[in-house]
């Protein structure tokens, strides 16, 4: 249905910057809604940065407004997260997920739970 395939994770100093990628594949209808989350070792998920692609609308969780960016090329569908001034609490493996939209054209809606995942990339920031 959908593939996801995320890449560009590593490891910077704080304060560097650091581009992940996400190549889609599959049904185009099943990945309106697009987004990075990330989960450090014995914590939660956490959502980072979701995108639709319908309006190209952005949410970023609080702990990364203002330092990351998340776009899309739809012509390549690849999803991107620019992740600069990073800091070590940024740590985690990064997942790039996709949803379809539960709402309607008009008053599109991303879900909570999202379907389909890339395989993790790792960001490791150190002080």
């Known amino acids: 249905q959908v593939e996801l395939v995320d890449s560009g994770g590593g490891s910077v100093e704080a304060g560097g910057s650091l581009r992940l990628s996400c190549v889609a594949s599959?049904?185009?209808?099943?990945?309106?809604?697009m987004g990075w989350f990330r989960q450090a070792p014995g914590k939660e998920r956490e959502r980072v940065a979701t995108?639709?692609?319908?309006?190209?609308?952005?949410n970023y969780a609080d702990s990364v407004k203002g330092r990351f960016t998340i776009s899309q090329d739809n012509a390549k569908n690849t999803l991107f997260l620019q992740m600069n001034s990073l800091k070590p609490e940024d740590t985690a493996m990064y997942y790039c997920?996709?949803?379809?939209?539960?709402?309607?054209?008009?008053?599109?809606?991303?879900?909570?739970?999202?379907?389909?995942w890339g395989q993790g990339t790792q960001v490791t920031v150190s002080s």
């Open positions: 997920a996709a949803a379809p939209n539960i709402g309607t054209w008009l008053s599109p809606r991303c879900p909570a739970e999202y379907n389909f």
């Open positions: 599959g049904y185009t209808s099943y990945r309106s809604c």
């Open positions: 995108i639709y692609s319908g309006g190209g609308t952005t």
